[in-house]
């Protein structure tokens, strides 16, 4: 069987979707299978497939500064997984997006490297050095936020999913490639 990654994520007006989409794109690019899962309308299907995948990349918009309410709940109610151990050993990592260049997603990456730490997952960051800070560097550049312990993206408040960059979605992409990779690497020793 092939190794498998979900990517288990809210988006409220649709940014983060685009980000979840890229992310899918390099877990196919590493040639591994990709399950998309918006938590806010999960399924026993979903759940189960959660449950099935080697790894985990969760994502959500910045919302106050954290993951948003849906996340939140979707979070709480994996605690009897997280009573279970059921995730112990499964590969993570995350993405955001927020309106801001900066608008304190980190944060919401912290959280998202807890809830699986709390899983004991193996967190993945992202491997990209810091884009656009050089006088030869640019907004088109990877990792254009210079963020390194998952994929960060910027998108205007007042516009709809085309606001997220493709030096955004390159990165969410890169993000895929990577936890695809490592996924791959951890199947049949971790778990
Ligand atoms: C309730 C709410 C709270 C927000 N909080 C923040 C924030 O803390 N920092 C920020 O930069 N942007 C914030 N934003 C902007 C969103 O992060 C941004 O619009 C994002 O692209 C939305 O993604 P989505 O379309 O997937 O929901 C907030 C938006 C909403 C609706």
């Not at 979903?46 to 995948?53: G, I, N, P, T, Y």
Request: hydrophobic share 45%; charged share 20%; with cysteine.
């Amino acid at each position: 069987m092939g190794t498998t990654v979900a990517i288990a994520y809210h988006s409220g007006f649709g940014h983060t979707t685009v980000l979840a989409e890229a992310v899918r794109d390099g877990v196919a690019d590493a040639g591994a299978d990709a399950v998309l899962i918006a938590v806010d309308g999960i399924t026993e299907e979903e759940w189960a497939a959660l449950d099935a995948a080697d790894a985990i990349v969760f994502g959500s918009p910045t919302y106050m500064g954290s993951a948003s309410a849906a996340f939140h709940v979707f979070a709480e109610s994996t605690s009897k997984r997280w009573a279970a151990r059921a995730w112990k050993d499964k590969v993570a990592s995350g993405f955001t997006v927020a309106g801001a260049m900066n608008g304190d997603k980190l944060h919401t990456l912290q959280y998202f490297a807890i809830l699986a730490s709390q899983h004991g997952m193996h967190w993945v960051n992202l491997d990209l050095t810091p884009g656009w800070c050089s006088s030869t560097g640019s907004e088109h550049d990877l990792n254009r936020l210079g963020i390194t312990l998952g994929a960060g993206a910027q998108a205007n408040t007042d516009q709809g999913p085309e606001a997220v960059t493709k030096a955004d979605a390159e990165t969410a992409r890169h993000l895929g490639r990577r936890v695809a990779t490592v996924a791959k690497a951890f199947a049949g020793v971790a778990r």
